[in-house]
């Protein structure tokens, strides 16, 4: 292997940063050349790529978003862009692509295997909506950023004795939900994945008041519901205690990685440049009871995401 690709696809996610020093500075250690592809697909599309040395990816490692960039690209979707894409591939003497991203980014890098060219795909995504993983590269700090909004909104809450939802990114998946309404002691969490009832919350939010509860945080996962703020009013409505909605959005999606997604990132770009070296392609990456794995993308396409639980009901019991 004398020359990869690195590229940053889709929704971009702290620590993406720290994937790419990793991939870069392992391959230079190992005397593999690294091109930095921009913008994901459409980078390849255009050939907007660029040699990558030690100092590319310096003073990177802290930094939220991507240095390469990213985009949801329509066009290597289509014939024409994707051959397009592999013709550059080809000028540029790339002979494997190392892909940081969430699902459709994979799709995408299953196709270009498909076609002949080695590809290794690193999850990087808020979401944590990859069912082959037990973690993906942005989605611990995407919760903590939540924990920390959950927190200020928790002090106005309890001064104003209100009720205040927050709405929280993940798409399909309540994954993000979860772990912050469990760690920001939640009083009621609502995914995607788990059918709920307003009355039951209204239940719940009532309960808490007349036993001298004076906040009320209620996590709604951006998949469930068409409506928010009708659903902040019909609690209000239910209830008669004053609801306000907060809708986090981007926040989640930028700062400084954590410690945790920052080594995740580490970890999983040292072991792309060595699977690549090792002839071992059409494979993603994850993480496994604190075990790097690898699995054909195919198959960890293919596995369906749950929601867990255990954890789940243990957020329930905790909230009584
Ligand atoms: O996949 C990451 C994510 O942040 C989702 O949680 C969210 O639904 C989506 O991307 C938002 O996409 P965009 O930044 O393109 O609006």
Redesign the pocket.
Known sequence: MRKIGVLTS??D?PGMNAAIRAVVRSAIYHDIKVVGIKKGYEGLINGDIEDMNLSSVADIIHRGGTILRTA?SEEFKAERGFQKALNVISIFGIEGIVVIG?DGSFRGAEKLSQAGIKTIGLPG???N?LAYTDFTIGFDTAVNTVVNAISNIRDTSTSHGRANIIEV???H?GD?ALYAGLAGGAESIIVPEVPFSIDDICKRLIQGRNRGKLHSIIILA??VLKDSHEFAKQIEEKTGIETKLTILG?I??GGSPTAFDRILASRMGGRAVELMMEDKTSRVLGIKGNEIIDMDISEALSIKKEINKNLYELAKILSI
């Open positions: 889709g929704g996610s949801r969430g995504t808020i979401d909506d990114m993940g798409r998946c993000i951006e998949g981007h989640q999606r």
